[in-house]
């Protein structure tokens, strides 16, 4: 048995409280083990005081296993009936067998019997206001990203300048095309059809840019995209529709026209502002203002978008007080904060407890692209941009060596780095205004159609870019952020693509099953481009079987919920089929 594989802790997603009774417990081993026994009892049971340590636990197996690609992963849930839990583990692998604790491994279980007291694994106690709870409205939520300068143009009567005819193909950041508020409220109607019930919508506060990440006011839209009262139209329609509304906080930096850095640039050291930012050498290049040379931090080294000091008390008051303006004056529903891993954890805790305190329900998204659990511990974020699922899955279907093994060890991985309320919320996503566009990634019609279908099938919160549903294309930032082709739309020259999308939309808000925890993929034969999993919960479940191969494939047995490419029970290649 490889002893360098097995790891566990007491603590984020190896060991946590799922809710006020129940104890999710998790392990890592080597692929070489083959049965894993929790054994577990409340700690003061097995202790009397001042007298003898006998361990009266007993042992349960741990059913439920996840292949990762160097390891396995074991996951069981116990119920505490008083709330603590001591406990270590029992590994085999064919005729061996040995005992992990928290003090290291030991090959026999005599020290079960034995009067020294073990240094087991503790959960020490299941205090309510410790668990990870987020928003239970996120798992049901089918997202639709708009990037507002591009949606749609409708109110002409808006302060707009030197705005160019909307556009057919690429664009770059320095084109302004008019699109504004009013027009996204026009089209509610048209993503209700859709299915849609979240939109996520990139910056729309006052900024100079066509993206707005240069905040020069937080507590205003910007005035090309219309007025506080055109953005209360939206929400107030938007939630008649049943449509959440998600902003976007550009809290890690501001613009340079940001009165707050005018007045450091005016006054250096003076300013009432110093501390507000993080300046490295003063003075600046007086004779040009734009001047950089690393003197302050910056978003990404660049000399517009200084860093804010979220480390400093009266920035973490203002950006917070801005967010309860939202909540309280408008109703917006979440906040996705950007560049979200450089923001101090003692202002996102802060975030959280106010906003939380305001509405319990609001959604908290940071935008981190890595391992993110550190901001995942309920004190923070409810969730995170789920990229390492993005690449999973566009790695998969750009690379045709890649065999759908190496696809299940990624996707395994992902669901196993957070808590299983944590996964339930992750903002799934293959495509945003940061890549290039689902279709243009991938390779042909059939593998994006089958990436939506794996979007739609998974566990975690689903959301897609403005224009995926009628697979517009687009290379990487600026040129995934083209004008949304209304004329082309609604004269039917997407229908068949839209169709599809939204049949895939439908299955996902109708059949629970595509919403549930459990993921379970089957087992493929050697090199095969064939992806079979199932989503299951309690004696129900649901096959989900991706074709990526290039021969047919015969599917399951059961009722057929949606297909692309099956005849007679045979998947063909580039098809998929989801199965009850």
């Known amino acids: 048995m490889n002893l360098g594989c097995i790891y566990h802790r007491s603590q984020d997603n190896m060991c946590y409280a799922k809710n006020e009774s129940e104890l999710v417990i998790q392990i890592q081993t080597g692929k070489e083990v ?52 001591g406990y270590f583990f029992e590994l085999r692998s064919g005729d061996e067998t040995c005992y992990y604790l928290e003090d290291g491994v030991r090959t ?35 997202w639709y990203q708009i990037f507002p300068e591009r949606f749609c143009n409708k109110k002409a009567s808006l302060p707009k300048k030197n705005i160019l005819p909307w556009a057919e193909g690429s664009v770059t950041n320095d084109e302004f ?43 205003k839209i910007d005035p090309a995209f219309g007025t506080e009262e055109d953005f ?71 000399a517009f978008m200084p860093k804010l000091n ?31 891993h450089e923001i101090s954890h003692k202002f996102c805790r802060t975030l959280r407890s106010r906003l939380k305190a305001l509405r319990p329900d609001f959604y908290i998204l940071g935008e981190i692209w890595q391992d993110s659990m550190r901001w995942l511990r309920g004190d923070e974020f409810d969730s995170v941009m789920n990229y390492p699922f993005h690449n999973a899955v566009m790695d998969f279907f750009r690379d045709k060596e890649a065999d759908s093994r190496n696809f299940q060890y990624r996707i395994n991985k992902c669901y196993s780095m957070y808590m299983e309320q944590t ?56 040129d995934c952020r083209r004008c949304m082709p209304w004329d082309a739309i609604e004269s039917g020259a997407y229908q068949e ?15 629970p099953l595509c919403r549930c925890p459990g993921l379970v993929f089957s087992d493929p034969e050697p090199n095969s481009r064939v992806i079979t999993y199932r989503r299951q919960e309690d004696n129900r ?21 949606l297909s692309r490419r099956l005849e007679n029970r045979q998947l063909l290649p580039g098809g998929f089929a989801v199965i009850k």
């Open 108 to 142: 026999d279980g005599s020290f079960m019997t034995g009067n020294v007291r073990l240094q087991y694994f503790s959960f020490p106690w299941m205090n309510p206001a410790d668990i990870n709870v987020t928003p239970d409205w996120v798992k049901d939520t089918i």
């Open 310 to 340: 979220t480390n400093n008390d009266e920035v973490a008051e203002y950006l917070t007080e801005t967010c309860e303006y939202w909540i309280k004056e408008f109703g917006i529903d979440g906040l996705r904060l950007d560049v979200a």
């Open 541 to 561: 479940s649901l096959t989900v079987c991706i074709n990526a191969g290039s021969t047919c494939t015969e599917v399951p047995e059961g009722c057929v919920l």
């Open 177 to 219: 095309y008019g699109g504004d508020i009013p027009g996204i409220t026009s089209k509610i109607g048209y993503l209700a059809d859709l299915g849609i019930t979240g939109i996520y919508l990139t910056p729309v506060f006052e900024a100079s840019t066509t993206h707005k990440y240069d905040t020069t006011d937080y507590r």
């Open 34 to 85: 083959d049965r894993v026994f929790l054994n577990y009892e409340d700690p003061m049971e097995s202790e009397e005081f001042g007298g003898p340590w006998t361990w009266k636990g007993h042992p349960e197996e741990m059913l439920q296993v996840r292949e990762l690609e160097n390891h396995k992963w074991w996951t069981i849930s116990v119920f505490p009936p008083y709330k603590r839990c």
């Open 232 to 302: 209360r139209e939206l929400v107030d329609t938007a939630h008649k529709a049943g449509i959440r509304i998600m902003l976007d906080g550009v809290f890690n930096h501001c613009g340079y026209y940001l009165p707050y850095w005018q007045d450091v640039l005016e006054k250096g050291p003076e300013s009432a502002y110093w501390n507000w930012f993080m300046v490295n050498k003063w003075p600046f290049d007086q004779t040009d203002p734009w001047t950089y040379d690393k003197k302050y931090y910056s978003f990404h080294f660049t």
């Open 423 to 478: 996964n339930q919320v992750l903002f799934n996503l293959l495509d945003s205004h940061d890549t290039a566009r689902l279709r243009t990634k991938l390779p042909d019609e059939d593998s994006f159609f089958q990436a939506l279908c794996i979007l739609y099938t998974m566990p975690g919160s689903p959301c897609i870019f403005y224009g995926t549903e009628i697979a517009m294309e687009g290379g990487p930032d600026p």
């Open 497 to 511: 693509t839209c169709d599809m999308v939204k049949a895939l939309i439908r299955l996902r808000r109708q059949e």
